[in-house]
Structures are given as structure tokens and as C-alpha cells.
């Protein structure tokens, strides 16, 4: 992981996320925290990695969310050359539908 995310106020927020009970208080907490449109972009870089997941085109991906290339490529790279985090997640949320 990046040296220069690792620090005590970045320690704060996850702390405080990891609190965060159900549904309802994500979305309580993250728009206190984030405008309309971090929040946004970030649930498209996540609809992004899931589309890339599941083997979609760029084209296929542009058009459904509306992402640049620039944005997909980015993605694509953090999955493959990335620190794993999406596929920590993908993992459980495939076994928690199971």
C-alpha cells in the first residue's frame, strides 16, 4: 500500500466506516462525507471494476455507466496491478449471496 495514504487521520475515517452498521447508515454517513459527486464517481469505479469482472468491453462499460477510457483503464490497472482490495471484496460478497 501507498506510504503516503498510511497515516493516522486515514486510520480515523476506515475506523469509523468499519462502525457503520447497514445500508441506511452508509448512506447517512457518506453524504455527510463526500459531495454528490465523490460519491458517485466512486460507485462508478466500483461498477467499473464489477463490469471488468465479468469480462465487459470498454465500449460496454462506457455505455452502461457512462466512465471515460481514462477511467476504465485506470480501474483495469488497479485490478490487475493493484493491492487486491477489489477482490477482497468481490470474494465476500460473492460468498455472503451464497
Given at each position: 500500500m501507498n506510504e503516503i495514504v498510511?497515516?493516522?487521520?486515514?486510520d480515523h475515517l476506515f475506523d469509523a466506516?468499519?462502525?457503520l452498521q447497514?445500508?441506511?447508515?452508509?448512506y447517512?454517513?457518506?453524504?455527510?462525507?463526500?459531495?454528490?459527486?465523490?460519491?458517485l464517481s466512486l460507485s462508478q469505479r466500483f461498477e467499473v471494476a464489477t463490469m471488468l469482472k465479468d469480462k465487459k468491453t470498454y465500449l460496454e462499460i462506457a455505455g452502461a455507466t457512462g466512465a471515460s477510457t481514462a477511467t476504465?483503464?485506470?480501474?483495469?490497472?488497479s485490478l490487475h496491478y493493484g493491492n487486491d482490495g477489489y477482490e477482497i471484496v468481490f470474494g465476500r460478497l460473492s460468498d455472503s449471496a451464497s
Amino acid at each position: 500500500m501507498n506510504e503516503i495514504v498510511r497515516q493516522p487521520a486515514v486510520d480515523h475515517l476506515f475506523d469509523a466506516i468499519r462502525t457503520l452498521q447497514d445500508r441506511e447508515e452508509c448512506y447517512r454517513f457518506f453524504e455527510d462525507l463526500c459531495t454528490v459527486n465523490e460519491l458517485l464517481s466512486l460507485s462508478q469505479r466500483f461498477e467499473v471494476a464489477t463490469m471488468l469482472k465479468d469480462k465487459k468491453t470498454y465500449l460496454e462499460i462506457a455505455g452502461a455507466t457512462g466512465a471515460s477510457t481514462a477511467t476504465i483503464s485506470r480501474v483495469n490497472r488497479s485490478l490487475h496491478y493493484g493491492n487486491d482490495g477489489y477482490e477482497i471484496v468481490f470474494g465476500r460478497l460473492s460468498d455472503s449471496a451464497s
